[in-house]
Structure formats: C-alpha cells, structure tokens
C-alpha cells in the first residue's frame, strides 16, 4: 500500500466485529442508533477528520453487529447514536498494541438516554442593586468512555459527567438564560443566594422533554 | 511474499512463452509422414487443428453467488481477462492468466465502509481441448496455482485509499471456440470460481469470510501459433 503521510493505513486481510445492544434510561432497547467505527475521531463532537471503517444500525431489539475494517491507531472509536433527542455513547481505545480477542469488539449495553431541553431563565423583579449568585449542577448527555485493552480508563473518560454553571446577577447583567441539554428523568440542582443571605437549593427533576424553569429575584 | 513471487513467476513465464514463439512457432514444421485425413480427426484429437501456443484476450461478466461475503455483498460489474496457454502433448496443454474482476459493494454493513472492489487474479492452469465440429473446440481447465488481490476501495473519506484481501483461486472453466481461420478464433467462455481467502475474522464469520464464489461468462479472440505440440517436437 502507498505510504503517504496523512493517509490511514487500513490492516489487511482483517475485518472486526461490533456488537451489543442500545438501551434507553429506561432499558427499552432503541432501534436504527447508528453504529460507526472510525479512527481519529477526537474527543466530545467528534472531528471533521475522522475515518470511518464501518457502520451500520440496530435491529428492532436493540441489537447490533456490525462487521468493519480494522486500523491499528491511538484513537480507534466506536461510536453509538441516534439523533439530537438522544445521548451519544462513544467507546475510545488505542489499537496500536491491542486487539481485541477474536477480533471482536463487544460493547454489551449501550445506554442512550432521552434528552430532555431544560429551559432555564433568571428574571430580576425586585429593582435595582439586588444581586444574585447561582449554580446550576446538571448531569452532561454525553458518554465517552476510554478503555486501556479490556479496562476502563475512568481518568480518560467522561460518561454522563457533572457539570456545573456558575454566575453572578447585577444591576450591570440584572438578567440571564440557559438551554442546557439533559437526560430525561435526572435532576438539576439549582443553589442560590439572594444579596449574600444564604445559600438556598432547589432540586428540579427534569420530568419533559421541554422542560422551562423560570425565577425571579 | 508468495503472492509476488508467483506474479513474478507468471510474468517470466509470459516472456519465455513469446521467446519460444518467435524462435519455434514460425519455425517451419513438418507435418509426421503416413498421417492421412482420417485418422487425424475426431472428438478427442485433430492432428491437423494442433497448435503450440494460443492467445486469448477478453471480457467477462462475473457473477457472485452464495452465502457468503461474496454472494451477499458484492455485485459483478466487468472485467478482463489475458490467457497464454502451451500445448505440451496433442491438446493438453498448460496456461497462464492474468484477469481482472471488477465488483460494486452492495452491502456495506456486512463487508465494511467501501464501495468498490477489484479482484486480480493469476493462475496456472492446465487443460484438454476436444473437437466436436470442424471449426469448433471445446476446452476444459482448471486452475493449478493462483493467487488473488482484491483491492477495495471508494471509502468515504479519500484519505483512505485502499485497503486489501488475499487468497487462492479454485477455478473450473470451459471454452468454446470458433475458428474463423486457422489461427484466428472468437470464443466464448465460463467458469466457476472459489476464492479461498486469507481474511481474519472472528470465528462467528469465519464461514462468511473464509471464501467467495463467483462465475464467469466471457467473450473474446483467441490467436494461435504453430502446429505441433511441445513434446512431438523433441519425439518426433
């Protein structure tokens, strides 16, 4: 094969299998979630400069085997969606030194969880120099997980991680909002404190799929 | 390694086989005393339609069937074919062929993220001609050594340029032949071949990996030289 700098070198007389089946938050399994195998996919969103090996989508019940090509590269993926109303799953692993026995990538369950729109607004009500400082701590829709051959790198991972907003409200930014993307059925912790009283929390279950969430100081 | 070697061989073998065209085909040769028209002909033998050397050039169609990678994700577009083959006693003779086969992926779920495939195919052969009518002759073959590269390509993204397969060729044909003039034919052809590959799988697709099965329909012209086979060469 030409060896050119940039091009992936794909192994030859290889070809993987991927299997496991997708579950929502609440074990239904989640038919057509596409299914890809890629190298250099990066972290997160994925970039525009990964190779894809193989795809395909899951049956009925959830299942899926997908049978790719296999490239041996320090950031070899598989990645699991459905579309925006869903979590993405990202499987990462490094295949310089590792294959996987019998060439066989077994994902087990995958858990997209449904997302939900949290539609978040402060609104000052209370006149000029009240202050307000708040959180928001919100569980991220998204799970990568990083594996070291067969184990879990949890330092290299971040599979539906906390994640936390943090502002503080005056007369020059008296106002603010959010549209903060989270999974159906989680909590959003919502601590504030109104000109330096104390702190006061509010725990929102985020129970729709459009959920709004107004307050006013 | 192999694969080079026996391509290697196959091209040597192409330029020996013309060298001893050139030096024996056109060589003038005698025809064996006492042979009269009657016993020269027959199904099995025609001492006067022997040949040394024929040349094939063609197409064909190939056609993938089965249950396998073959049968269930690739479809047979085109393809070529070039065939030398050496008469070593009456109409047993020996060949070589070089042919490309050309393939659209149809089901890149069960064979990967590429859309082309390209089979090239080497292989010795051997094989016996018969004579049903005065211009028709029927040849059987089967392969002997061979071995297969299919190239698969058209990935999404273009970085990745090609990726490749091996294998060993199982290849039963048969021919039939016109002869527009002594040295000149048009023929038809088939064959059915097995791909014996080399690909690693898991072991749950080793019976859809392990080997591929297409067929061959084809036409072209075949062109011949000399009139006695290798060894009445020598005994004669």
């Known amino acids: 094969m030409t060896v050119l700098g940039c091009e992936v070198q794909l192994e030859d007389n290889t070809r993987i299998l991927v ?61 699991v969606g459905l ?18 026995l019998d060439l066989t990538f077994n994902l087990e369950t995958v858990r997209l969880k449904k997302l939900a729109n949290f539609n978040f607004n402060i609104i000052r009500t209370s006149g000029e120099f009240n202050t307000i400082t708040y959180s928001i701590n919100y569980v991220e829709g998204f799970c990568l997980e990083y594996y070291e051959g067969t184990t879990l790198n949890n330092y290299q991972s971040s599979c539906f991680e906390e994640r936390s907003i943090s502002q503080t409200l005056n007369d020059n930014n008296p106002d603010d909002q959010w549209q903060l993307q989270v ?35 | 390694m192999k694969i080079m070697t026996l391509r290697s061989i196959i091209k040597a073998i192409w330029f ?22 009657d016993t020269k002909s027959s199904f099995f033998n025609s001492q006067e339609r022997q040949r040394f050397f024929a040349f094939m050039i063609g197409g064909h169609k190939p056609f993938t069937s089965g249950d396998n990678f073959m049968g269930e994700g690739l479809e047979g577009k085109s393809g070529i074919d070039f065939k030398v083959q050496m008469y070593i006693y009456k109409h047993l003779f020996v060949g070589l062929a070089t042919s490309a086969s050309y393939f659209n992926v149809t089901n890149q779920e069960r064979l990967g ?18 004579f049903p009518t005065d211009q028709l002759r029927l040849g059987l073959d089967i392969s002997v050594d061979s071995d297969l590269d299919y190239k698969n390509h058209g990935f999404s993204n273009s ?46 697709l080793d019976n859809f990996f392990s080997k591929g099965t297409y067929h061959k329909v084809g036409l072209g012209l075949t062109f011949s030289i000399g009139s006695r086979d290798l060894i009445s060469r020598f005994v004669d």
Not at chain 1, 83 to 100: E, G, I, R
Not at chain 1, 188 to 211: G, H, K, L, R, S
Not at chain 2, 113 to 130: C, D, H, L, P, Q
């Open chain 1, 19 to 79: 299997e496991g089946t997708v579950e929502d938050q609440n074990n239904i399994p989640v038919p057509e979630a596409k299914v890809t195998v890629l190298t250099r996919r990066g972290n997160f969103s994925g970039g525009e400069n990964s190779y894809v090996l193989g795809e395909g989508f899951s049956a009925s019940d959830g299942s899926f085997s997908i049978i790719s090509f296999f490239d041996k590269d320090e950031d070899f993926a598989i990645e």
């Open chain 1, 83 to 100: 579309d925006d109303a869903y979590t993405t799953y990202v499987y990462k692993t490094n295949t310089l030194n590792f294959t996987p």
């Open chain 1, 183 to 217: 999974p159906l059925g989680e909590v959003v912790a919502f601590t504030y404190t109104i000109n330096e009283q104390p702190e006061i929390t509010e725990y929102i279950i985020i129970n729709d799929e459009n959920y709004d969430f107004t307050f006013n100081y």
């Open chain 2, 16 to 37: 020996i086989g013309l060298g001893l065209c050139c030096s024996l085909g056109f060589a003038q040769e005698k025809q064996p005393e006492g042979v009269t028209e």
């Open chain 2, 113 to 130: 993220n590429y859309r082309k495939s390209r089979i090239a195919e080497n292989y010795v052969y051997v094989g016996y001609e018969f």
């Open chain 2, 159 to 204: 970085n990745i340029a090609e990726q490749h397969d091996s294998g060993k060729l199982n290849r039963y044909g048969l021919y039939l032949q016109y002869e527009l003039t002594k040295h000149f034919m048009i023929y038809i052809d088939y064959s059915y071949n097995v791909s014996k590959m080399d690909i690693m799988v898991p072991s749950e």
